[in-house]
C-alpha cells in the first residue's frame, strides 16, 4: 500500500494591495501560500468579513492566526487596559471569521512591550499572565478559534515545560499553543540540538499546536552569547525535523514566515521550505 503523504500549509503576509476578496487569493496564489494572516480588522463590516471567509473557504485557504501584538501585562495600568481590550476584539474577529488562533506574546513587564526584564520569569507575573489570559478568553468565550501565547527568550513561556505549567493552570479549553521554536532556542547547548529540541516541543505540546511560524536562528563567535534571526536556510534550525514533525500534525495547522524585509526575501524562505519538505517526502497544499 502506498504510504500516505503528509502536508504542509506555508503562509505569510500579502505584500500587494488588494480591495476584494478576489485579489486577496490571486496574491496567495501567486505566492503559493495556502495559510493566510487575517485579511479583515475587527471594525470591518461582517459582510466583508464574510465574503473573504467564503473566498477562502472555496479556494481551500485557511485563516491561520489573527495578531493581537500588544502588552497585556503592562506595568502602566492604561497601557494595560488597552491592550487587553485589543486582546478581546482580536480574539473575536478570529473567532468570527474562523482562524486557527489568536496569537500574542505573553507581554513583558519592562517598559518596552517584547522586552526583557527581570520581573517577566518571576512567579507574580506566571500568575498575571494566567489571571490576565483567562480574562481574555473568558470574556470572548471562543468556539471556533484558540487563543494562543507566542514563546519568548524573556517571558513565559519560554520553554515547553513553563508552556505546558501554563496551559494547565489557565485551564481553558480554548487556550492553545502557538509554536515558534526559534524563539525558545536561547542558549548555545540548544541551539547545537535544535532537531532534539523540536522533537520535544512537537511530543510537549503537539496535541494543543494551533499554528507555527517559520524564521530561523544563527550563532555567531562575538562574547559573550549572540544568537541571531536570519532568513530560513540560513541558520541552525533543523528544517527537516520541523517539517516532518508538524507534518504528524493536522493539516490544517498554517506554517506562518514571519520577520523578513522584503517580497524577494520572502520569496526565498519559501523556496527554501518548500525544497527541504520534498526532501522529507512532504507535500504542499
Avoid at 481551500?60 to 497601557?79: F, K, L, Q
Avoid at 478568553?137 to 507566542?150: G, M, N, Q, S, W
Avoid at 485551564?171 to 542558549?187: A, C, K, T, W, Y
Wanted: hydrophobic share 35%.
Amino acid at each position: 500500500m502506498a504510504q500516505t503523504r503528509k502536508t504542509i500549509r506555508l503562509g505569510g503576509p500579502v505584500f500587494e494591495a488588494f480591495e476584494d476578496p478576489a485579489d486577496w487569493i490571486t496574491a496567495l496564489r501567486k505566492l503559493g501560500y495556502s495559510a493566510a494572516l487575517s485579511p479583515v480588522k475587527a471594525s470591518d463590516s461582517s459582510e466583508r468579513k464574510q465574503a473573504f471567509v467564503e473566498a477562502a473557504r472555496q479556494a481551500n485557504i485557511i485563516m491561520a492566526e489573527v495578531g493581537a501584538w500588544s502588552n497585556p501585562i503592562s506595568p502602566d495600568d492604561n497601557e494595560r487596559q488597552k491592550a487587553i481590550d485589543k486582546n478581546i476584539r482580536q480574539l473575536a474577529l478570529a473567532d468570527e471569521i474562523g482562524a486557527n488562533c489568536c496569537v500574542n506574546i505573553a507581554g513583558s513587564r519592562g517598559d518596552k512591550w517584547d522586552g526583557p526584564h527581570p520581573e517577566n520569569v518571576s512567579e507574580e507575573t506566571f500568575d498575571l499572565i494566567v489571571e490576565t489570559t483567562r480574562h481574555i478568553i473568558d470574556a470572548v468565550k471562543p468556539t471556533r478559534t484558540f487563543y494562543t501565547l507566542e514563546a519568548m527568550p524573556w517571558v513565559l513561556p519560554d520553554s515547553p515545560d513553563s508552556y505546558l505549567r501554563l496551559l494547565k493552570a489557565i485551564d481553558r479549553e480554548q487556550f492553545g499553543v502557538h509554536l515558534d521554536p526559534v524563539n525558545m532556542i536561547h542558549s548555545p547547548r540548544r541551539y547545537y540540538d535544535t532537531g532534539g529540541f523540536i522533537r520535544e516541543c512537537f511530543k510537549k505540546l503537539g496535541p494543543s499546536i494551533k499554528n507555527c511560524h517559520a524564521k530561523d536562528i544563527r550563532l555567531t563567535d562575538q562574547l559573550t552569547t549572540h544568537l541571531n534571526e536570519v532568513i530560513p536556510g540560513r541558520g541552525g534550525l533543523a528544517y527537516d525535523v520541523y517539517l516532518t514533525e508538524l507534518g504528524k500534525l493536522s493539516p490544517d495547522i498554517g506554517l506562518v514566515i514571519e520577520h523578513l524585509k522584503t517580497p524577494k526575501e520572502y520569496k526565498q524562505a519559501a523556496s527554501y521550505i518548500r525544497s527541504v519538505g520534498k526532501e522529507q517526502g512532504l507535500e504542499f497544499i
